[in-house]
């Protein structure tokens, strides 16, 4: 089983920037990717970025494309999702997710935190 836990939600002011955390736990072993999602009031979650875990290949969803970063610290078992240039639709919770294969299907899912970009 693996447990993650994300951090650094909150409300953020439009054109300003966040970064996110994701810690795992327990058989990390098993982890070859992770990713973050979002979900916004009234929609279907969505990709945002990917982290092959090893290899340390990422890919970014267009809507974010430019303006974000994922990253890992393997030491660390930890992943993060930098955006800057917020925009008040990017609004939603925020979902940090493992997978054993790459890129999907994700088998284990963080809690979520909200982020909140105020105009």
């Known amino acids: 089983q693996v447990h993650l836990v994300e951090s650094g939600g909150g409300l953020v002011q439009a054109g300003g920037s966040m970064r996110l955390s994701c810690a795992a736990s327990?058989?990390?072993?098993?982890?070859?990717?992770m990713g973050w999602f979002r979900q916004a009031p009234g929609k279907e979650r969505e990709f945002v970025a990917g982290?092959?875990?090893?290899?340390?290949?990422?890919i970014l969803a267009n809507s974010v494309k430019g303006r974000s970063t994922i990253s890992r610290d393997n030491a660390k078992n930890t992943v993060y999702l930098q955006m800057d240039s917020l925009k008040p639709e990017d609004t939603a919770v925020y979902y940090c997710?493992?997978?054993?294969?790459?890129?999907?299907?994700?088998?284990?899912w963080g809690q979520g935190t909200q982020v909140t970009v105020s105009s």
């Open positions: 997710a493992a997978s054993e294969g790459d890129y999907g299907p994700y088998n284990y």
């Open positions: 327990g058989r990390t072993s098993n982890i070859n990717s």
């Open positions: 982290s092959r875990w090893r290899i340390g290949q990422t």
